[in-house]
């Protein structure tokens, strides 16, 4: 039994998983889990069992069927709300899913990458004259995907700025319980007259898009909700934390320099590598068999995303940072019917972005000692507070 899901992660290694979890995947890769509500469930390390229960369809991703292992976390109260599609099933989820995919065109993608491009350029030029050192986590980490999102949504440029800003508070870390729940609402208001806006004059975005679908007001405002957690904090702490760890792998930064042919395959390599996202749960809806063990109707499984993207049964050698590793195969987007939406354009972003960066300040480097570079340990997600770089001779 492990009393709760390993989530220290060790202080001098600061891109590995949390501590425990390789133990874990080695001895039992699927072990029982006391949950924070007191609920005995089971946690799944290796990578081929979470993508066994990910892909399984008697295991449920109905919010009022889970429980959580992060601490804090409600679980397994009410259904999720119309157009919070992640914690539905089918048919539910489906109708949802095809609805946004059909919206996720090679059109549009397109022209997001020139989006991307233009917005990355646009930061990199305000990060130049601004000079070093500077925070890459406020100039450019968190301002361009959310800049992106705005394109993704079709947020007018004259308010893209109030929208960012009550978007950021949801994520920062110094904010209250109390200014998240002003941000949350403000964020729920902005895309509530969004949506009436798209409805009246609609354009070319996705938003606009959906709303021509049979979807209500409701359900299109929490799918915009959902697409901006989804694509925000994750995208910001991958395009952070994935700097910190090419500036201190001064090999595999200098072969991503030489050939900067091979961002996609660096891409990969990161997300698996760095892992910034824990994991997620899923719930048996009957007897399940799985690893020779029995998983009884309504226990839930957690299965850890960093654990599996590292087993070596899968990826050799799987705690060196290897660039030019054979690309694919983690399970960084999830995998199975629940796969990540945006993921291409998670893609599109870290690619532009960190050549874009590395081409633009050949010297860049940290500007204090790794060791001091403050880990986030209080979010959900893996990344960093800050990330002082600087170029100057």
Known sequence: MTAGLPTRRPADRPFDPPEGLAELRAQRPLSRLRYPDGHVGWLATSHTLVREVLSDSRFSARAELRHLPFPGALGGNEPAPPGIFTAMDAPEHTRYRRLLTGQFTVRRMRQLTEQVEVITAEHLDAMERHGGPVDLVDAVAQPVPAQVICELLGVPYADR???????????????????????????????????????????????????????????LVNIGFVLLGAGLDTTANMIALGVFA????????????????????????????????????????????????????????????????????????????????????????????????????????????????????????????????????????????????????
């Open 161 to 219: 700025a109030r929208f960012q800003g009550h978007a950021l508070d949801l994520f920062r870390l110094d904010t209250s319980p109390q200014q998240v729940g002003q941000a949350y609402a403000a964020v729920q208001q902005f895309i509530r007259e969004l949506v009436a806006t798209k409805r009246a004059e609609p354009a070319e975005d996705l938003l606009s898009g959906l709303t021509a679908t049979d979807l209500s007001d409701e359900e």
């Open 246 to 393: 090419l500036l201190t792998h001064p090999e595999q930064l200098a072969a991503l320099r030489r050939d900067p042919g091979i961002a996609d395959r660096a891409v990969e390599e990161l997300l698996r590598y760095l892992s910034v996202i824990p994991g997620t749960v899923r719930t048996a809806l009957e007897d399940v068999e799985l690893h020779g063990q029995r998983i009884a109707a309504g226990e839930s499984v957690t299965v850890s995303v960093p654990a599996a993207n590292r087993d070596p049964a899968r990826f050799p050698d799987p705690d060196t940072l290897d660039l030019l590793r054979p690309a694919g195969g983690h399970v960084a987007f999830g995998h199975g019917v629940h796969q990540c939406l945006g993921q291409q354009l998670a893609r599109v972003e870290l690619q532009v972005v960190l050549p874009a960066l590395l081409t633009r300040f050949p010297a860049l480097r940290l500007a204090l000692p790794a060791e001091d570079v403050v880990m986030r340990t209080d979010t959900l997600i893996h990344g960093v507070h800050e990330l002082p770089v600087t170029w100057q001779v």
